[in-house]
């Protein structure tokens, strides 16, 4: 079934493809074809209903009109104002589909869900812009040599309370399971700052207020972040999955000055930052230089032969990507430093042989 978004883009698209002036009685029977071929079977269009169509987008100041001079009762339509809100080339919409692929890859099926429409229209413009009849479905796709986890279970109203209090500027009271406390639950009194889609999982970046154990609290030395607060007045971040409740929030909080999302403080929490940007120097075989010479580690990245192997020198973050990216590539990469993490890695390593020899 074509709903009228699909009809009233449609509409800008007949329009902005004629480069002129076009008549109501030619926009409906190019509409008309249209639905015909990509509406339900039987499916009809009326001419009352593109005349409707035509009167909203003109309210929205997307078309105008103007009478024609060889019959004044005739109107003539033309397109006006910016093209970008949902009118889709063939090729953008195969990029648009491919991003909604990837999102859904890392944990984002409700918000694609709500974006169902757009997903539908997207398809529709595809097929119709392609000059053979295909199955898109077995055509694009994303993905990751990684394995990717299946997301944890979240209410999906959780997100959309969030992402309303972020817009609106409101602080909320969440409830949350923190790990390894015994199930013990967390009030906090907290301002929602940002939300991070990573690994198949959301997490809310946010700062909190106050906080109000239901039980036993951890004791003072326990490890924070991530999987709870790191305490009243400073940042953190929370997995949406662990989110029990949101209530409306019962105190002023303001945002932190210049917050930003990107910054390590924010970081630190969200993507395990064990650093800030460093000087860091990795000795690679012949296999990771072929990879990394085309996708590099990061923008400042330098590659200098050292005999029959490569150094990669460049200024990178120490996160728990950088140490699982080294950690799945050890056999082709030696890191000369930074020292600590040179020593992370070495660590790891030996703990992985000794699994390894024992079982043997």
């Not at 700052?193 to 970046?205: C, P």
């Not at 210049?258 to 929490?269: C, N, P, V, W």
């Not at 080294?326 to 890695?345: F, G, S, T």
Request: proline share 5%; glycine share 4%.
């Amino acid at each position: 079934m074509i709903n009228r978004t699909h009809r009233r883009d449609y509409l800008r698209q007949i329009l902005r493809a004629a480069g002129k002036p076009v008549s109501t009685a030619d926009i409906h029977k190019k509409l008309a074809s249209w639905v015909e071929r990509h509406g339900d079977e039987g499916e009809i269009h009326h001419e009352k209903t593109t005349n409707r169509d035509l009167k909203v987008l003109k309210e929205l100041k997307y078309v105008q009109s103007e009478k024609s001079t060889t019959d004044k009762r005739e109107l003539l339509w033309k397109a006006v104002g910016r093209s970008h809100s949902l009118v889709l080339s063939p090729s953008d919409a195969m990029s648009l589909t491919a991003i909604f692929q990837h999102a859904e890859r890392f944990g984002l099926q409700s918000a694609t869900q709500e974006l169902q429409g757009l997903r539908d229209y997207a398809e529709l413009v595809m097929h119709d812009g392609a000059k053979r009849k295909l199955d898109f479905g077995k055509r694009i796709t994303t993905g990751t040599r990684f394995t990717v986890l299946q997301p944890g279970k979240h209410d999906p109203e959780h997100l959309k309370c969030l992402q309303d209090a972020i817009l609106e500027d409101r602080p909320l009271e969440v409830w949350y399971r923190p790990r390894d406390t015994d199930d013990v639950e967390c009030v906090y009194q907290l301002k929602p700052l940002g939300l991070s889609h990573q690994d198949s999982n959301i997490y809310l970046s946010a700062f909190v207020a106050e906080e109000q154990w239901l039980g036993k609290a951890p004791d003072a030395d326990a490890p924070r972040g991530k999987y709870s607060s790191n305490g009243p007045n400073r940042l953190c971040a929370l997995m949406l999955h662990r989110i029990t409740r949101v209530e409306p929030g019962k105190r002023t909080i303001d945002d932190p000055q210049g917050y930003d999302i990107h910054s390590d403080e924010a970081q630190k929490d969200l993507v395990s930052l064990h650093t800030p940007p460093q000087l860091t120097r990795l000795r690679l075989s012949d296999n990771l230089y072929n990879r990394l010479s085309e996708n590099p580690l990061d923008k400042d990245q330098t590659l200098a032969p050292d005999g029959d192997k490569w150094v990669l020198t460049c200024t990178v973050r120490d996160t728990q990507g950088l140490r699982l990216f080294l950690m799945a590539n050890a056999a082709d990469i030696e890191v000369l430093a930074p020292q600590p993490l040179r020593d992370h890695v070495h660590q790891k390593l030996a703990a992985a042989l000794s699994t390894y020899e024992a079982c043997l």
